[in-house]
T-cell receptor, first 114, second 114 residues
Framework: GNSVTQMEGPVTLSEEAFLTINCTYT??????LFWYVQYPGEGLQLLLK?????DKGSNKGFEATYRKETTSFHLEKGSVQVSDSAVYFC?????????????FGSGTQLTVLP | DTGVSQNPRHKITKRGQNVTFRCDPI?????LYWYRQTLGQGPEFLTY????????KSRLLSDRFSAERPKGSFSTLEIQRTEQGDSAMYLC????????????FGPGTRLTVT
């Protein structure tokens, strides 16, 4: 089956620190990959996506590169802000099949301290 | 606001009672998904609709759960004879069903069964 494994949290960083959240996946087909973010008290928001190998998704200073050879999609940001404190979810969906439901990792809680 | 909306946002019920949640998707989206999220975990797929047709159900969706999407617009998720294990956040998402099939999530309904 399909699965997503994220690095264990929580992660606590100081403002302006470099962020990496690891994500690896297994998939029965050829997936599209996503990072979603959940701010306190809010719903899941799509942060970025990549649909094929070597694609780089980016948004709000966050980046992730689809690495087929290592089945990874690590999230990075060069300089985090307090406002980036949230839970981050890596997810995949297959590009074939009818439902195309998302399969999520367990999430990584990020806290950025001023 | 043209995003996905869900009602109610919170529901507290006693074990054995029935509850119903509503989801209003983004208007032009023909796909609608229900997920369940428990504390510290990523969302798990429950079921999905293409227009008014319910096309896939997860094994997580026991016989006590039923979902409808009359006329292919809003959807309802009903849980009969609630159990304490049903306590979770119930998320709704919608998508166009084309291309990458990006899913947009509502704020969720938090169910607490006492």
């Amino acid at each position: 089956g399909n699965s997503v494994t994220q690095m264990e949290g929580p992660v606590t960083l100081s403002e302006e620190a470099f962020l990496t959240i690891n994500c690896t996946y297994t998939a029965t087909g050829y997936p599209s990959l996503f990072w979603y973010v959940q701010y306190p008290g809010e719903g899941l928001q799509l942060l970025l996506k990549a649909t094929k190998a070597d694609d780089k998704g980016s948004n709000k200073g966050f980046e992730a590169t689809y690495r087929k050879e290592t089945t990874s999609f690590h999230l990075e940001k060069g300089s985090v802000q307090v406002s980036d404190s949230a839970v981050y979810f890596c997810a995949l969906t297959l590009t074939s099949g009818s439902a195309r439901q998302l399969t999520f990792g367990s999430g990584t809680q990020l806290t950025v301290l001023p | 606001d043209t995003g996905v909306s869900q009602n109610p946002r919170h529901k507290i019920t006693k074990r054995g009672q029935n509850v119903t949640f509503r989801c209003d998707p983004i208007s032009e989206h023909n796909r609608l998904y229900w997920y369940r999220q428990t504390l510290g975990q990523g969302p798990e797929f429950l079921t999905y609709f293409q227009n008014e047709a319910q096309l896939e159900k997860s094994r997580l969706l026991s016989d006590r759960f039923s979902a409808e999407r009359p006329k292919g617009s809003f959807s309802t998720l009903e849980i009969q004879r609630t159990e304490q294990g049903d306590s979770a956040m119930y998320l709704c998402a919608s998508s166009l069903g084309q291309g990458v099939n990006e899913q947009y999530f509502g704020p969720g309904t938090r169910l607490t069964v006492t």
